[in-house]
C-alpha cells in the first residue's frame, strides 16, 4: 500500500484514488453548503421561535391563572351580593306589607278625620248661632228692664233665626 505522501509525489497535482474535482462538483458542494447554511439559519429561527412560543405560552398560562383566581373571587362575592339581595328582598316585602298595613290606617284615620272637620264645623255654626241668640235674648231682657218692650221685641225678632237653629240642633 501507498501511503498519501507517495502518491502525492508520484503525480503531482493529482491524487491517484480520487476523482477530479471539476466545476460541476464545486456548484454541487456550493449548493450543499448553501442548503447548510439555510438549514442552520432556519433551525436558529425555529428554535428561537420555539423559545418565544414556550415564554408566550408561560405567560399565557400565569395570565390564565391569575384570571381564574380573580373568576373564583367573583364568584364569591357574586354568591355574597346574591344573598345580600335576597334579604332585601325579603326586607322589601316585608317593609310593603307593612307599608300596605298603614296606609289601610291613615286611610281609617283620614276618614275620622274628615268626619271630626264636619263635626267642628257644625259645631261652631251652632256656637255662632247659640252666642246670637243668646246676645238678643239678653238685649230683649235690658229692653224689657228698662220698659222698652218694643225693643225688646225687635231684639228677639233679630235672633229669631239663631234661636230656631240652635233649638233644632241642640
Same mark, same amino acid.
Not at 46 to 57: I, L, P, T
Given at each position: 500500500?501507498?501511503?498519501?505522501?507517495?502518491?502525492?509525489?508520484?503525480?503531482?497535482?493529482?491524487?491517484?484514488?480520487?476523482?477530479?474535482?471539476?466545476?460541476?462538483?464545486?456548484?454541487?458542494?456550493?449548493?450543499?453548503?448553501?442548503? +447548510? @447554511? %439555510?438549514?442552520? *439559519?432556519?433551525?436558529?429561527?425555529?428554535?428561537? $421561535?420555539?423559545?418565544?412560543? #414556550?415564554? =408566550?405560552?408561560?405567560?399565557?398560562?400565569?395570565?390564565?391563572?391569575?384570571?381564574?383566581?380573580? +373568576? @373564583? %373571587?367573583?364568584? *364569591?362575592?357574586?354568591?355574597?351580593?346574591?344573598? $345580600?339581595?335576597?334579604?332585601? #328582598?325579603? =326586607?322589601?316585602?316585608?317593609?310593603?306589607?307593612?307599608?300596605?298595613?298603614?296606609?289601610?290606617? +291613615?286611610?281609617?284615620?283620614?276618614?275620622?278625620?274628615?268626619?271630626?272637620?264636619? $263635626?267642628?264645623?257644625?259645631?261652631?255654626?251652632?256656637?255662632?248661632?247659640?252666642?246670637?241668640?243668646?246676645?238678643?235674648?239678653?238685649?230683649? +231682657?235690658?229692653?224689657?228692664?228698662?220698659?222698652?218692650?218694643?225693643?225688646?221685641?225687635?231684639?228677639?225678632?233679630?235672633?229669631?233665626?239663631?234661636?230656631?237653629?240652635?233649638?233644632?240642633?241642640?
Amino acid at each position: 500500500m501507498t501511503s498519501l505522501l507517495e502518491r502525492v509525489e508520484d503525480s503531482p497535482g493529482q491524487f491517484t484514488n480520487e476523482a477530479p474535482v471539476t466545476p460541476r462538483h464545486q456548484r454541487w458542494i456550493a449548493m450543499a453548503l448553501a442548503f +447548510l @447554511a %439555510v438549514g442552520v *439559519v432556519l433551525g436558529i429561527m425555529v428554535g428561537n $421561535d420555539e423559545v418565544q412560543a #414556550g415564554r =408566550q405560552f408561560d405567560r399565557a398560562d400565569q395570565s390564565l391563572q391569575s384570571t381564574d383566581g380573580r +373568576l @373564583a %373571587v367573583a364568584k *364569591v362575592q357574586l354568591v355574597a351580593i346574591r344573598h $345580600d339581595l335576597a334579604f332585601v #328582598g325579603v =326586607q322589601i316585602g316585608a317593609s310593603n306589607a307593612a307599608l300596605s298595613s298603614d296606609a289601610t290606617l +291613615l286611610q281609617a284615620i283620614h276618614g275620622a278625620l274628615v268626619e271630626a272637620q264636619e $263635626d267642628v264645623s257644625t259645631k261652631s255654626v251652632y256656637i255662632t248661632n247659640l252666642k246670637a241668640c243668646q246676645s238678643g235674648i239678653e238685649q230683649s +231682657l235690658n229692653a224689657l228692664s228698662v220698659g222698652d218692650r218694643s225693643d225688646a221685641l225687635n231684639a228677639l225678632n233679630a235672633v229669631t233665626v239663631p234661636c230656631q237653629s240652635v233649638a233644632s240642633n241642640g
